[in-house]
């Protein structure tokens, strides 16, 4: 009788990573002639885990977005762990917007992801476990083929794959 080896899909995010993202996109807004008199402002709210962005105008709100889209890839975020909100307006004819920073698998992503692994008809089993999924199986190989099979697959959220045994 062989011994499992299983695996964890989780989707985390660094929320420090963010912050510093954050931190260094508004310092780059401060910085640049053409957003310096923009009174643009980025805050994070780790309890909530949402990124509040207030801009004088669409056009520099979607300015800041590319600001601060570029400071997060360099930290080695996606993108997918950034889901926009709708622009709404703000006080004194300016704009503003939500950035949420998905954090975990949803119970309708985790079904997804579930149905996909079942119909590659790859000798697995999968549970889902509250925010992540464990993907259970007697050989490796097929857990590696599970692995390259959600790369491939484009999902909107960011997966990491931890607890590898």
Known sequence: MSKESSFDIVSEVD????DNAVNQATKEIENRYDLKKSRSSLTLNKGESRIFIESENDFTLKSVID??????IKRGISLKALSLGAVEPAAGGRVRQKIDVVQG????????????????????????????????????????????????????????????R
């Open 105 to 164: 698998v949803s119970k309708d992503q985790a079904k997804d992801i579930n149905k996909l692994i079942k119909d590659s008809k790859i000798k697995v089993k999968v549970t889902i476990d509250g925010d992540k999924l464990r993907v259970t199986g007697k050989s490796k190989d097929e857990l590696q083929e599970v692995i390259s099979l959600l790369k491939e697959y484009d999902l909107n959220i960011p997966l990491q794959f931890t607890n590898y």
């Open 67 to 72: 600001v601060l889209n570029t400071k997060v």
């Open 15 to 18: 929320l420090q990573e963010i």
